[in-house]
């Protein structure tokens, strides 16, 4: 039940949106037991954001969210992913990107818990 969402200044074509969604979805299996065929992906591409006081340069906010714990070691292969993704895809530097972790016990999905 991983969820991915990317918040970036870059502009994002739907090309650029659907290889996005296929290398996240290949990263998410750095997390042991999850993989693409439950993950969800929001892109907001265009968006106004400011790092360290400035929007001159793209940046990006990804946030990962995980049903479970989420292992320090995964998420750090994780960050370095991410990071790549970004720097290839949309041009985003490394420097400019933040990703968030965050594991959550009780997860919905189809009126009930898992």
Do not use: H, Q
Request: glycine fraction near 8%; include cysteine.
């Amino acid at each position: 039940m991983p969820y991915i969402e990317l918040k970036t200044t870059a502009s994002v074509t739907p090309e650029k949106s659907e290889s996005l969604k296929a290398a996240f979805g290949k990263a998410i299996g750095t997390f042991p037991g999850k993989s693409e065929s439950w993950l969800m992906v929001n892109i907001e591409g265009n968006r106004d954001m400011y790092f360290k006081g400035s929007n001159s340069t793209d940046c990006a906010m990804v946030s990962v969210d995980l049903l479970g714990s989420v292992s320090s070691s995964a998420s750090e292969k994780m960050t370095a992913e991410l990071c790549r993704i970004l720097s290839e895809e949309l041009c985003v530097a490394p420097d400019r990107v933040y990703v968030k972790y965050s594991g959550f016990s009780d997860w919905g999905w189809n009126g009930g818990n898992f």
